[in-house]
Nanobody
């Protein structure tokens, strides 16, 4: 059974930083293309960033480009999201997601596995 577990969220002031982690278990890490999404209250789930299967290619939403960085540790089976220069509009529940069919997609529906989500709150 594939499981994704996020950690590292919390409350931070505008301009601050947070690092989210996602631990993947239940299947070989190389089986997935990984991504991060977020959902703010009253809004639909939004693409943030994704890795291709090889992790050579990354794709960032314009709203986070230059501020957020995705990385992975293939030994620990973990994906990370370093978030710098945070803004109040970054406030959301953040989700780690895995796609086993490598659709190279920004669409949430194309990801089969999801973490439980973790709250990130940025105060002004």
């Amino acid at each position: 059974q594939v499981q994704l577990v996020e950690s590292g969220g919390g409350l931070v002031q505008a301009g601050g930083s947070l690092r989210l982690s996602c631990a993947v278990s239940g299947r070989a890490f190389s089986s997935f293309a990984m991504g991060w999404f977020r959902q703010a209250p009253g809004k639909s789930r939004e693409f943030v960033v994704r890795f291709s299967r090889s992790a050579v290619y990354t794709d960032y939403a314009e709203s986070v480009k230059g501020r957020f960085t995705i990385s992975r540790d293939n030994v620990k089976n973990m994906v990370f999201l370093q978030m710098n220069s945070l803004k109040p509009e970054d406030t959301a529940v953040y989700y780690c997601a895995a796609d086993s069919t490598f659709r190279n997609s920004r669409l949430a529906d194309d990801y089969e596995y999801w973490g439980q989500g973790i709250q990130v709150t940025v105060s002004s």
